[in-house]
């Protein structure tokens, strides 16, 4: 069935309840609250918009937004079309817009007025992209006009493409990730079952980015889909978020590590009434025991860690699924999710044995876009996803995460991949080699470093360095740039003249 069809039941048993509260912009955009019966319709005009500009069942769009209401309904409103929204990062950089784009086929982005340059700038190398605007003040056609067409549901069969997100490949080129209804709608239901039996109860704040994997089907579309209120912050604040608990009495979030060490360590932390809180979970990155232990210390409230990938829909793993959380642990699989941990040879290991996690179940995508021998890699003859994460699994089947496979560098819960970076490093006309590997930091978890070998006739300083930093954020999103550079006379490397990345991950041990 087509996914859209869970937001309009919900609709139809909780017409009057709020679906969406979005606190607003200060001195800009008030505070708005919109009813289940109006989401379920502007979704449903929005659907009626986009047939009307001609997208038929299938055709992709991007939808270059942050956590604002537009976004909601623009994503179940192209599951209502029948078209395929690709989300996207709105810090992303030209570069990287016309890549998605481009490798997309996406026909038409939608962008906010105040994130609107990169966007333009890729629109001139686009002529055939159509680009719709959220906010006034611009040439623009408004996002408004799209939702004032004829309300529009399409049918789609379960294996019909639903979402394509992007991920980045071990090339450091981003992947589009094929979703199916089916995908999205298993996961959904899943996450639904779990919250509901826990009791999540009904406001839930939205801290991190809808546009992330995990924001899209733990944050939105599942409570969107079981008659919840969400609360989506439109950036991240630890005392917003503090303001925003007290005064609607919010009863659950899901956080990367690092949101959660913010607010343990924010000086205003015991000014604010948080007692309403009764569910806290964690993903996107693993999260520290002692942030665990702290949270349910001072706040009193216990973390419930999980595990995904864009891959699965996302959700895979989550201690919401096991009989009591076990700390370290990313809990059980969730219903429908079969495992086995493998070594190098695919070969499964007995229990307590470190090996490569893998997946297979209705979460599990069909594959990567226009990539069959990434989906080949990715998928075996078993129809298991290898996740390139190294884990093991317990007498009791909790399932704990060791370490990454790849050498994916992870800032936040935000995957950086370095080869990507590196790329664009090697554009600079300074640099002769580099090495990107990802260094510990104490509040995201890990931040970029580039190791750099400089061409003759460049000498180190830290002028140089700011240059490519800046050489970087110009290309970049601002989350992939190396936050450190070392100017270094070699790179460590093997016999056949591979860098090692290892070593020079060792060094900032």
Not at 336 to 356: F, T
Not at 397 to 413: F, S
Request: with cysteine; charged share 20%; aromatic share 8%.
């Amino acid at each position: 069935m087509n996914v859209a069809h869970l937001l309009d039941r919900a609709a139809q048993q909780y017409p009057d309840r709020t679906a969406i509260y979005f606190p607003g912009i200060p001195n800009a955009v008030p505070p708005r609250a919109i009813s289940y019966r109006e989401l379920s319709d502007w979704t449903s005009r929005f659907a009626g918009g986009l047939r009307a500009l001609g997208l038929a069942p299938g055709d992709r769009f991007a939808v270059y937004l942050p956590n604002l209401p537009q976004f909601v309904i623009a994503i179940w409103g192209g599951f209502k079309a029948g078209c395929v929204p690709t989300p996207m990062n709105p810090t992303l950089k030209k570069r990287e817009i016309v890549h998605q784009v481009t490798d997309s086929g996406a026909k038409l982005i939608i962008a906010p007025v105040f994130m609107l340059d990169e966007v333009a700038k890729a629109a001139e190398e686009l002529p055939d992209l159509k680009v719709f605007v959220v906010g006034p003040g611009s040439a623009y056609p408004n996002f408004d006009e799209l939702v004032k067409h004829p309300p529009t549901f399409v049918e789609r069969d379960d294996d019909d493409l639903a979402l394509m997100p992007y991920t980045s490949g071990t090339t450091g080129k981003p992947k589009g990730v094929l979703l199916t209804h089916k995908n999205l709608s298993s996961n959904i239901q899943a996450v639904m079952r779990l919250m509901q039996a826990k009791g999540s109860g009904e406001r839930l704040l939205v801290p991190i980015p809808m546009f992330h994997i995990t924001g899209m089907t733990v944050l939105m579309l599942s409570p969107l889909s079981m008659g919840v209120t969400i609360y989506p912050m439109l950036r991240w604040d630890a005392e917003q978020a503090m303001q925003l608990i007290q005064e609607h009495k919010i009863t659950s979030m899901v956080c990367v590590p690092t949101l959660y060490i913010d607010l343990l360590h924010h000086p205003k932390v015991t000014q604010y009434d948080l007692s309403s809180l009764k569910l806290c979970s964690s993903g996107g990155a693993k999260m520290p025991v002692p942030v665990i232990e702290a949270m349910h210390k001072k706040l009193g409230v216990a973390v419930y860690e999980g595990y995904g990938l864009t891959e699965t829909s996302p959700v895979t793993h989550t201690n919401l699924a096991a009989p009591k959380p076990k700390i370290g642990s990313i809990g059980w699989p969730i219903e429908g999710a079969e495992c086995k941990i493998v070594d190098e040879n695919n070969r499964r290991v007995p229990v307590g044995q470190v090996g490569e996690l893998c997946v297979r179940g209705p979460m599990v995508m069909k594959g990567y876009h226009n990539n069959p021998e990434a989906t080949r890699q990715a998928l075996d003859d078993e129809g298991f996803f290898h996740t390139g994460d190294l884990a093991y699994v317990d007498e009791e089947g909790y399932y704990y995460i060791v370490d990454r496979v790849k050498d994916m560098i992870n800032v936040g819960g935000v995957k950086v991949f370095p080869k990507e970076v590196e790329h664009v490093l090697y554009e600079h006309p300074a640099v002769a080699e580099c090495a990107v590997v990802g260094i510990p930091d104490e509040r995201k978890g890990e931040t970029v470093k580039a190791y750099i070998v400089l061409k003759p006739g460049y000498v180190p300083s830290d002028t140089l360095a700011e240059e490519i930093q800046q050489h970087c954020l110009r290309e970049l999103a601002a989350y992939k740039h190396p936050r450190e550079i070392e100017f270094v006379q070699q790179l460590p490397k093997t016999a056949s003249g591979k860098i090692q990345k290892y070593v020079l991950r060792g060094r900032e041990q």
